[in-house]
């Protein structure tokens, strides 16, 4: 091995053993030439799982999914170029949907910038405001000072990226040629790494008094528990919401409509209801406590939006600031589990929580009468109701996770949901769902058809390592969500601009991805899809035929129908 093959050797192995030290065990490699060093050791390393994806847009995204599903960072590692740039909306996604990432970018020496040689961009702060941090790392040097900055560096990037909020993080690589590293020996010294720990934010002791005036002169509170919440908060946040006697508004994505933590007192009809305008001046609260990320009922966020005298505590992990409608007063940055452990006290009435249960409950009987009639709404009811135990749902932006947040009640079936709503793209969205689906028995993907076309190519890296995957594409020939919006009255304009048919059967997609194809137009189809589905292995793929504007006067008739019941009745 000469000099150069040496230093190019330690230091990249010295990087990537403080890593994989630390815990980090799966890395996405694209393709590339500049990247070969960091590819090859990777691929080396006997404890990091490595998958190949030509397409960095596609293999960015995946990761994001992995590091979705195991809240654990995942590494990425692309060449120089445009390769680079590919990663940036699964970058944009996982900052603002707190997901870690270690994206590594290979890059030319500084020789060989800005000097018109090929395959050269400017890398440097290439994320920009996007990323936690990054570094463009020194080139590879021997010596033990350079082979501690490297763990350092490693080590330091990791430490944000697992910080509370979770997120990505940029190391830009300049290498030199020769680019093979040697193999040879043991090159990953396990234990000599530093060690990264990242601790949950408590509240300190001297912070909670006025907090506690606030919970504790208040009986009319909710809880509204949004995206994002922690796993071993949710049973705190149940538990604490049961015990203030204080209706807990759940959104899909908080992962309290389904599991073991005991649904009594969760609210999942809210967005109907709320649309429906069935809310009286005596089920106004005069607390707000809300979780996590904002919930994705657009009426749930206008409701909080007229709220404008009544607290609003929100309660972070870390220092995101999660307030869209600016009606925050109390901002907590701390782990939900310590939140509701410093502050929960029994309450001394139910009457208050039972108006929102019977209100809820009241609701879900109406919709049942009316979402009868087979469409996106009664395909979405029927796969949440069908699935098997344990089962991770991916939904896909616009009407997909809308039709979730409508129809998916709550259950003791551990029924995991989730979903890209850091930036709301409708990109990636596969991809996401096939990397998700690398850690759970049991995946499926519910998705429009637009944001199936635009990561269809997603599919190969499901066929190429053998991914269990139910895809439900819920096709209706366009952007169904644009005919609920105001431009649904740009009659001339509107087809062309927002419904944007495509015209396209999805069959020859799975052919050419080795899916498993079934084409649905009914409800028994449906559930004989998912029957056979769920016995298969590999890719399948249920193609539901949908109607855009059948979808928008079915829910309309469901809004109307508990507005005349509810407003008919007593007042609920
Ligand atoms: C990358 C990206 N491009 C465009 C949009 C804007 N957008 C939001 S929803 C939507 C239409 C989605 O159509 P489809 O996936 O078929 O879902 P549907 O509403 O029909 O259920 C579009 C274009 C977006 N959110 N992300
Ligand atoms: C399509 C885009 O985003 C819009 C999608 C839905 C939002 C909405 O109003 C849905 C109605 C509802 O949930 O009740 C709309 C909004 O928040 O106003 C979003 O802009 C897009 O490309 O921006
Ligand atoms: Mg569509």
């Known amino acids: 091995m000469n000099e150069h093959q040496q230093r190019l050797t330690d230091y990249l192995a010295a990087f990537i053993d403080e890593l994989s030290s630390n815990g980090v065990d799966e890395a996405v490699i694209s393709p590339g030439s500049r990247s070969t060093p960091l590819a090859l ?292 940055y701390a782990h939900e589990r310590h939140f509701c452990d410093r502050f929960t006290r029994e309450a001394k009435q139910r009457d208050w929580i039972e108006k929102w249960i019977r209100l809820n409950e009241k609701t879900k009987d109406l919709m049942q009468e009316v979402i009868g009639e087979w469409g996106e709404g009664k395909a979405v009811k029927c796969l949440l109701e069908t699935i098997p135990e344990q089962s991770s749902v991916f939904v896909s932006n616009s009407m997909p996770i809308r039709d979730v947040d409508t129809f998916f009640f709550s259950n003791d079936r551990s029924i995991s949901i989730h979903a890209n709503r850091g930036a709301n793209g409708i990109d990636g969205v596969v991809s996401t769902a096939l990397g998700m689906s690398t850690q759970s028995p049991s995946t499926y993907l519910l998705i429009g058809d637009l944001a199936f076309f635009h990561d269809m190519n997603g599919l190969l890296v499901g066929r190429k390592y053998g991914l269990d995957l139910t895809v439900i594409v819920m096709n209706n020939n366009g952007g169904g969500i644009f005919s609920y919006l105001p431009q649904a009255k740009e009659g001339a304009y509107f087809e062309e601009l927002f419904g944007t048919p495509m015209d396209l059967e999805f069959s020859h997609a799975a052919a050419m991805y080795g899916a498993d194809y079934s084409l649905v137009k009914t409800e028994s189809d449906f559930l004989q899809a998912l029957r056979q589905a769920e016995g298969t292995k590999g890719l399948k793929i249920i193609e539901v035929l949908a109607d855009r504007q059948k979808n928008v006067e079915n829910h309309r008739k469901m809004w109307e129908f508990v507005s005349r019941e509810i407003h008919g009745g007593e007042r609920s």
């Open 41 to 332: 050791l990777l691929t080396h390393h006997p404890r990091i799982k490595t998958y190949v994806n030509v397409d960095e847009r596609s293999a960015a995204f995946f990761a994001l999914g992995i590091a979705k599903a195991k809240r654990k960072p995942v590494i990425l590692v692309c060449t120089s170029g445009t390769a680079a740039a590919n990663y940036y909306p699964a970058v944009i996604e996982a900052r603002y949907a707190k997901v870690p990432l270690l994206v590594l970018t290979a890059d030319r020496p500084h020789e060989l910038r800005e000097v018109g040689a090929p395959q050269a961009i400017d890398q440097l702060d290439l994320y920009g405001r996007h990323v936690k941090w990054a570094v463009d790392m020194a080139l590879p040097e021997s010596g033990q000072e350079v082979l501690r900055y490297a763990r350092s560096a490693a080590v330091r990037g990791l430490g944000m990226s697992i910080g509370e909020p979770h997120g990505p993080v940029h190391f830009n690589f300049p290498l030199r040629e020769p680019l093979i590293p040697d193999l040879r020996g043991d090159l990953f010294e396990e234990g000599t790494a530093k060690r990264v720990y990242q601790g949950e934010r408590t509240l300190a002791l001297d912070q909670g008094e006025e907090l506690e005036k606030v919970l504790n002169e208040r009986n009319r509170g909710i809880i509204i528990c949004g995206p994002g919440m922690s796993p071993d908060g949710i049973q705190a946040v149940a538990d604490f919401g049961r015990a203030k006697g204080f209706p807990i508004l759940a959104d899909p994505l908080s992962n309290m409509r389904s599991g073991k933590h005991g649904t009594d007192g969760i609210i999942d009809a809210y967005d109907t209801f709320l649309k429906a305008g069935t809310i009286g001046e005596h089920m106004k609260p005069d607390l707000i406590i809300r979780f996590g990320a904002m919930a994705v009922s657009k009426p749930l966020m206008l409701f909080l939006k007229g709220l404008e005298d009544v607290p609003q505590l929100v309660i972070t992990r870390g220092e995101e600031w999660q307030d869209p409608t600016g009606r925050g007063t109390h901002y907590v």
